[in-house]
């Protein structure tokens, strides 16, 4: 099955993955989100400006769950997901086996009334044919044309050229799948959210994962708490890159990637 997934995103842009967790799994996780967002959102910048990409009248927002609570882990590294990676995402690297990383972590639920988004990819090297980025989304949510369905372009990954939305954009498909599914496209692809009709609820965990040499969203060496970075697996610290941290100096080493962990900066969220 795994190389089927393969081959859909190769010649498609994007696969679904259904029934990965359980509705119960869902909910556990949909309630966390509530709490997480609750009581961080308000401190996020431009939390209050409309139009901003924190604006709490369009949607709800919450970023960088690995500093919010291990439990995300088990999505972040779990097997359906590397699986497929570890194929698209070394192939064509030396040996194919250079490693890659999770560079964007955050979740997010629409609003009754969220105009959606202009299509676009999440990339900024759309002439590059190969998969540089892979986004990962896990539903936790029933998603469908009415609840701010992700809408996808097929095969325009392989155009090498961004998105022109003064054209009319033909061959969309707006993805419905069941909570627990999972949608995991190239970065490449010609993607949207959809305008948000009805009130029912639409969380989602997006996932970036990269390239070892290209650049986080945020900074985890900065804002991983030590409490936390000590908790993670050898797995987890490479998940986050914690052995892909450029030297310091020349007196550190001189090697782009390193064998060992770098270890964070004594982080503590403030606010």
């Known amino acids: 099955m795994v190389q089927n997934y393969v081959n859909q995103i190769t010649k498609d842009g994007y696969a679904i993955i259904p029934n990965v967790i359980s509705d119960r799994e869902c909910e556990k996780y949909k ?11 308000d401190k996020h910048v431009n939390s209050k400006e409309a139009g901003s990409l924190a ?12 500093n919010k609570n291990l439990g995300w882990f088990k999505l972040f ?28 972590i955050s979740a997010r639920c629409p609003l009754q009334g969220n105009q959606g988004q202009q299509i676009h990819l999440d990339s900024n090297l759309p002439g590059v044919n190969y998969n540089i980025i892979t986004n990962v989304i896990w539903y936790f949510d ?26 009319k954009i033909k061959n969309k498909i707006y993805i419905k799948a069941k909570k627990g599914s999972i949608l995991i496209f190239n970065a490449n692809l010609w993607h949207a959210g959809s305008p948000k009709i009805s009130k029912n609820s639409r969380w989602a965990l997006v996932l970036g994962y990269a390239r070892w040499f290209i650049k986080p969203s945020f900074d985890y060496m900065k804002n ?11 797995k987890q610290k490479s998940i986050l890159g914690f052995d892909l941290i450029p030297p310091k100096d020349e007196f550190t080493r001189t090697t782009r990637r390193s064998s060992y962990f770098e270890i964070p900066e004594n982080y503590k969220i403030d606010v």
């Open 77 to 104: 590294e779990h097997k359906s997901v590397l699986k497929v990676l570890d194929i698209i995402l070394k192939k064509g690297s030396y040996k194919n086996n250079e490693p890659y990383y999770l560079n964007n």
């Open 55 to 66: 604006d709490k009248s369009l949607e709800k927002v919450v970023y960088n769950l690995h």
């Open 142 to 167: 029933d998603v469908n044309k009415e609840n701010g369905a992700t809408i996808v372009v097929p095969r325009s990954h392989k155009l090498l050229r961004y998105a022109d939305n003064t054209k």
């Open 224 to 234: 991983t708490p030590r409490n936390f970075y000590n908790k993670l697996t050898k």
């Open 31 to 41: 309630k966390l989100l509530e709490i997480i967002y609750d009581k961080y959102s």
